[in-house]
């Protein structure tokens, strides 16, 4: 059932880490940039999650980056919960491995060898549901990617 803490609302639910490891499905249909360039195609990335009992959380995802070309993020991070006043909000970070920026695009990421470079990713989430979330990822001096994820049974 929602929670009854200040900030409670019909369109939220208690995040907390799983009891048991669980899997998340995720998919961001949406990426606002920072700044203009005209090479900047729309992005859209699908991926999965895994989190443990303390919320650190592994996973992957496969997306065409900002320009165009077949990208991938392999991470590890942590989910923070119960760090606000509102019970359905929760934090994120991630560190990984990002490969895809290639060619011209090499220069766009920092320390690319080869298309491999360092990744990060912060974020913000609200959970509406017990299996749906929405969240707000910053994707460093790039832009912000608006993402929802579902958990699996």
């Given at each position: 059932?929602?929670?009854?803490?200040?900030?409670?609302?019909p369109?939220?639910?208690?995040?907390?880490?799983?009891?048991?490891?669980?899997?998340?499905?995720?998919?961001?249909?949406?990426?606002?940039?920072?700044?203009?360039?005209?090479?900047?195609?729309?992005?859209?990335?699908?991926?999965?999650?895994?989190?443990?009992?303390?919320?650190?959380?592994?996973?992957?995802?496969?997306?065409?980056?900002?320009?165009?070309?077949?990208?991938?993020?392999?991470?590890?991070?942590?989910?923070?919960?119960?760090?606000?006043r509102w019970?359905?909000?929760?934090?994120?970070?991630?560190?990984?491995?990002?490969?895809?920026?290639?060619?011209?695009?090499?220069?766009k990421?920092?320390?690319?060898?080869?298309?491999?470079?360092?990744?990060?990713?912060?974020?913000?989430?609200?959970?509406?549901?017990?299996?749906?979330?929405?969240?707000?990822?910053?994707?460093?001096?790039?832009?912000?990617?608006?993402?929802?994820?579902?958990?699996?049974?």
């Open positions: 059932a929602p929670t009854t803490s200040p900030g409670a609302s369109w939220s639910f208690p995040a907390a880490a799983p009891s048991e490891p669980s899997w998340r499905l995720i998919v961001a249909p949406y990426t606002i940039h920072f700044s203009y360039n005209p090479a900047h195609k729309d992005v859209f990335l699908v991926g999965m999650e895994h989190e443990h009992e303390n919320g650190v959380v592994w996973g992957g995802t496969v997306f065409d980056n900002s320009f165009g070309q077949p990208s991938f993020y392999a991470f590890a991070g942590q989910r923070l919960y119960r760090w606000s019970d359905a909000l929760y934090a994120e970070w991630t560190v990984g491995i990002l490969y895809g920026y290639t060619g011209e695009y090499k220069h990421v920092p320390l690319n060898v080869g298309g491999f470079s360092p990744g990060a990713v912060a974020g913000v989430g609200w959970k509406f549901t017990k299996t749906l979330a929405g969240q707000v990822n910053v994707l460093g001096t790039s832009g912000l990617m608006f993402q929802l994820s579902v958990d699996l049974p």
